[in-house]
């Protein structure tokens, strides 16, 4: 049952989706519809040719990642990306950074180089999406554990609401290798962005969200529940199936328990 609270809406004017077995979101779309089925393969990640030569050596999976889902959703809204606001939302960031970061401090040379040090901050995704797009908007950069999909959508659509101005959110999550792998089995990394506009022009539906107490829905295919309880990026599936089949109707995500969010799906 849903509270008392009224809806947050935007238009969804393009999508971006990279994870395993996921190369992007065409694959992933034909994928949802039950056209072909979901076979777990490690994630593709695409070189990011917007880096100067010098930072696309030293970007990480988690910059491929996040920068490649990003533009993906861009490009098909057909959109500027140095114009956008963002939102990044991430349950750990870069993983195998925090692990190369973890045996380096724990062995007898604890010099960190200086492209280590940088790439352990939260907001090193989008400080990289700043020099690939020249992006001078205004950046939100979240992090709330298996919450982080939730919380940046949140984020996102009230800043849709009240500045009155697209938002490109980016979810993305990264595995750790052993042993923090132990204690944080995300089996590898992925992401989906989407980019939300308080105008209707160009866009493939509107979705609006609000609290609720319900469960969250699962996704009916084994391969993809896995997914979306494994990636917390990939929280977003249940809403993302409906989109794909191009069908209206409402999906519960997970957030803070006992919360969960209802999102509804309207195609355009």
Same mark, same amino acid.
């Given at each position: 049952?849903?509270?008392?609270?009224?809806?947050?809406?935007?238009?969804?004017?393009?999508?971006?989706?990279?994870?395993?077995?996921?190369?992007?979101?065409?694959?992933?779309?034909?994928?949802?519809?039950?056209?072909?089925?979901? *076979?777990?393969?490690? *994630?593709?990640?695409?070189?990011?040719?917007?880096?100067?030569?010098?930072?696309?050596?030293?970007? %990480?999976?988690?910059?491929?990642?996040?920068?490649?889902?990003?533009?993906?959703?861009?490009?098909? @809204?057909?959109?500027?990306?140095?114009?956008?606001?963002?939102?990044?939302? @991430? %349950?750990?960031?870069?993983?195998?950074?925090?692990?190369?970061?973890?045996?380096?401090?724990?062995?007898?040379?604890?010099?960190?180089?200086?492209?280590?040090?940088?790439?352990?901050?939260?907001?090193?995704?989008?400080?990289?999406?700043?020099?690939?797009?020249?992006?001078?908007?205004?950046?939100?950069?979240?992090?709330?554990?298996?919450?982080?999909?939730?919380?940046?959508?949140?984020? @996102?659509? =009230?800043?849709?609401?009240?500045?009155?101005?697209?938002?490109?959110?980016?979810?993305?999550?990264?595995?750790?290798?052993?042993?923090?792998?132990?204690?944080?089995?995300?089996?590898?990394?992925?992401?989906?962005?989407?980019?939300? %506009?308080?105008?209707?022009?160009?866009?493939?539906?509107?979705?609006?969200?609000?609290?609720? *107490?319900?469960?969250?829905?699962?996704?009916?295919?084994?391969?993809?529940?896995?997914?979306?309880? %494994?990636?917390?990026?990939?929280?977003?599936?249940?809403?993302?199936?409906?989109?794909? =089949?191009?069908?209206?109707?409402?999906?519960?995500?997970?957030?803070?328990?006992?919360?969960?969010?209802?999102?509804?799906?309207?195609?355009?």
């Amino acid at each position: 049952m849903s509270t008392a609270m009224k809806p947050l809406q935007a238009f969804v004017t393009g999508i971006g989706l990279i994870a395993p077995g996921l190369p992007d979101w065409a694959i992933a779309a034909a994928v949802l519809r039950g056209e072909q089925g979901h *076979t777990p393969a490690p *994630t593709l990640l695409p070189v990011p040719e917007l880096l100067p030569p010098a930072e696309r050596r030293r970007a %990480s999976r988690v910059i491929k990642l996040s920068l490649g889902v990003g533009l993906e959703a861009v490009k098909q @809204a057909g959109a500027d990306a140095s114009t956008l606001a963002t939102v990044f939302s @991430a %349950s750990g960031a870069d993983g195998h950074n925090c692990h190369a970061l973890c045996e380096q401090l724990a062995g007898e040379d604890r010099q960190i180089s200086p492209t280590r040090f940088h790439n352990s901050v939260h907001n090193a995704a989008a400080g990289y999406w700043g020099i690939a797009t020249r992006a001078m908007a205004p950046c939100q950069v979240i992090g709330a554990y298996d919450a982080s999909f939730g919380a940046g959508l949140l984020d @996102a659509l =009230a800043q849709v609401a009240v500045d009155g101005q697209p938002v490109l959110l980016i979810a993305y999550d990264s595995e750790y290798p052993e042993p923090l792998r132990a204690k944080r089995d995300t089996p590898d990394c992925g992401a989906v962005a989407l980019l939300l %506009s308080p105008d209707a022009e160009g866009a493939l539906g509107v979705l609006t969200v609000a609290p609720t *107490t319900e469960a969250a829905e699962p996704m009916p295919d084994a391969s993809l529940e896995a997914l979306r309880t %494994s990636i917390p990026a990939m929280r977003a599936l249940p809403l993302l199936r409906r989109v794909a =089949a191009g069908q209206g109707g409402e999906a519960v995500l997970d957030y803070l328990a006992p919360m969960q969010l209802q999102v509804g799906w309207q195609p355009c």
